[in-house]
């Protein structure tokens, strides 16, 4: 891989152990994957932030970063922690467990990195242009990014993100190049009806599974809202593999999807997605979570509406990230739920925060949630749309 | 004695017993980041442990996390002496590289299959069946 005279100063440790070693990671992943050179990028989102993944091991790497004088040289935004830094004891979490967390975010801020602590860095002011040239860390903010904005970033992992934070900077591979973005299966859409924004989750998480790294693009699926592209990227991400979608006549590289020559062709419909919908069918749960990317404005205000002057009979919670609980502060929204007995939690999700073995069965309208939490929660799910998880939380017992 | 040829990814030698396996590796989740123990019960090694071994995979996968998991065993003297991939993808690049691990890919692992002590060469990106 071709390096600038800076670039091998940086390699060669004549900025510090920390630079050094950042620039190591990049020059070895642009290696393994024949990149010709860095590319310098706008942002980026580091993932790794939570306490009960990244556990100790990336409190020493922080510190060894931080000894050495690194800083960040571009806009980075960080991934959900493991608490809501005002309320974690309210979701009963442990004090040993906060007090690491808060140190890992400290460790963040010290190398430059704002505390942003989203899934959905966009509606927390982060956007992007098309072709813009970024390193972002979360499965769905990855897949949004490339395929909303039309912008380009690997699936960077947190190591790889923070050095690219570090230099600037990521290997020129995979979807920074333009003849790695054409699709190469076709998804023909069959619904009659339209979709909700759950449909819409499912749907990418079930078009996820059988798509591996292929690039889809989507045809008869007239979904434009920034909600639904955010739900749709959630499901295709969490599936494993997938980090750019198109839609035929709505996303921004359409010039790909006309030029491109695809033979494969997948059709999905309604028996499709209803497959997951029975696969995530668990019964009773003792907790019921929305927020999976983090919720908007928009979504406040509805859950608003529905929770004004009824009580929760299930646990209710709801993940957001800092800028939309504050708009919805101001707003009222957060009283009137909160006076419905449910929660609204910025900076965390209920993937990453440490509620492990706690709940038996968990309801959720995110197939990414859904996707997550029997692993990560040790939990059995069910998938249902809002209106319906709404309706479960204020039922009578 | 065999000798097979790689690409060096980290730095480093390393001989030691082989612990091999032709399943991908998840890190996070799937070997515990404090003892080395390989808890995820639908690994063909589950139940074993890689510290001190010479990790032989065709790649890693799941959450890039896993590249603190690598990370941590070398903090806690559990992580594997050297790691040899097919096809070392990011996950395990970052570890090794954190972690300074003797590692390689681009080696037919099948090959060592049957091996009992390796030999590697990160700086030259050589393996050799010792037994």
């Given at each position: 891989m071709y390096l600038s005279r800076e670039?091998?100063?940086?390699?060669?440790?004549?900025?510090?152990?920390?630079?050094?070693?950042?620039?190591e990671i990049l020059v070895s992943i642009g290696d393994i994957y024949n990149a010709e050179r860095l590319v310098p990028v706008s942002s980026v989102q580091v993932a790794g932030v939570s306490y009960k993944t990244a556990r100790d091991a990336v409190i020493v790497y922080l510190k060894h970063l931080i000894s050495s004088g690194a800083k960040v040289c571009v806009p980075t935004f960080l991934n959900p922690s493991g608490i809501d830094s005002d309320n974690w004891r309210i979701m009963g979490v442990t004090r040993e467990f906060a007090e690491k967390q808060e140190l890992i975010i400290s460790l963040f801020r010290r190398l430059g990195i704002y505390e942003s602590c989203t899934c959905t860095p966009y509606f927390a002011g982060l956007i992007a242009s098309k072709g813009e040239h970024l390193a972002w860390s979360e499965s769905s903010a990855v897949v949004f990014a490339n395929s909303y904005f039309g912008a380009r970033t690997n699936r960077e992992g947190g190591p790889s993100a923070l050095s690219a934070a570090l230099i600037g900077k990521t290997p020129l591979y995979g979807l920074h190049l333009h003849e790695n973005r054409y699709p190469t299966v076709r998804i023909i859409c069959n619904f009659d009806k339209p979709l909700s924004y759950t449909d819409i989750g499912v749907l990418g998480l079930c078009?996820?599974?059988?798509?591996?790294t292929e690039i889809p693009v989507f045809e008869n699926l007239e979904i434009r809202s920034v909600i639904s592209h955010k739900m749709?990227?959630?499901?295709?991400?969490?599936?494993?593999?997938?980090?750019?979608?198109?839609?035929?006549?709505?996303?921004?590289?359409?010039?790909?999807?006309?030029?491109?020559?695809?033979?494969?062709k997948i059709e999905i419909g309604w028996k499709d997605i209803q497959g997951i919908y029975d696969e995530y069918d668990a019964d009773n749960p003792s907790l019921i979570v929305t927020g999976c990317p983090h919720a908007n404005i928009d979504d406040l205000k509805y859950i608003a509406?529905?929770?004004?002057?009824?009580?929760?009979?299930?646990?209710?919670?709801?993940?957001t990230s800092l800028q939309v609980k504050s708009l919805a502060e101001r707003m009222g929204y957060v009283d009137i739920i909160e006076q419905a007995g449910g929660r609204?939690?910025?900076?965390?999700?209920?993937?990453v925060a440490p509620?492990?073995?706690?709940?038996?069965?968990?309801?959720?309208?995110?197939?990414?949630?859904?996707?997550?939490?029997?692993?990560?929660?040790?939990?059995?799910?069910?998938?249902?749309?809002?209106d319906s998880c709404i309706e479960e939380a204020v039922k009578d017992v | 004695m065999a000798e097979f040829k790689g690409n060096p990814i980290y730095k480093g030698y390393a001989r030691g017993e082989l612990l091999y396996t032709s399943q991908p590796v998840s890190f996070l989740g799937g070997i515990d980041p404090e003892t080395g123990d390989i808890i995820d019960k639908k690994h063909e090694l589950y139940g074993k442990n890689v510290a001190g071994k010479i990790f032989v995979f065709p790649h890693g996968k799941g959450s890039t996390v896993g590249s603190y998991v690598i990370y941590n065993l070398k903090l806690k003297n559990k992580?594997?002496?050297?790691?040899?991939?097919?096809?070392?993808?990011?996950?395990?690049?970052?570890?090794?590289?954190?972690?300074?691990?003797?590692?390689?890919?681009g080696i037919n692992i099948s090959f060592l299959r049957q091996a009992s002590i390796v030999e590697v060469d990160g700086n030259t990106g050589i393996v050799r069946i010792l037994g």
């Open positions: 670039e091998e100063k940086i390699l060669n440790g004549e900025y510090g152990d920390g630079y050094r070693e950042a620039m078009a996820g599974r059988v798509l591996g749709l990227s959630a499901g295709l991400g969490a599936s494993g593999a997938v980090a750019l979608y198109h839609i035929k006549g709505i996303t921004p590289e359409q010039d790909l999807c006309e030029n491109a020559e695809i033979e494969e509406k529905k929770l004004q002057n009824k009580r929760v009979t299930t646990q209710f919670w709801i993940f609204v939690f910025s900076d965390t999700c209920p993937v509620i492990e073995d706690r709940f038996s069965v968990i309801m959720t309208d995110s197939a990414k949630a859904a996707n997550y939490l029997p692993s990560m929660a040790n939990a059995l799910v069910k998938i249902a749309d809002i | 992580a594997p002496l050297a790691i040899i991939n097919e096809k070392m993808e990011p996950i395990v690049v970052a570890g090794v590289i954190m972690a300074r691990i003797p590692a390689i890919d």
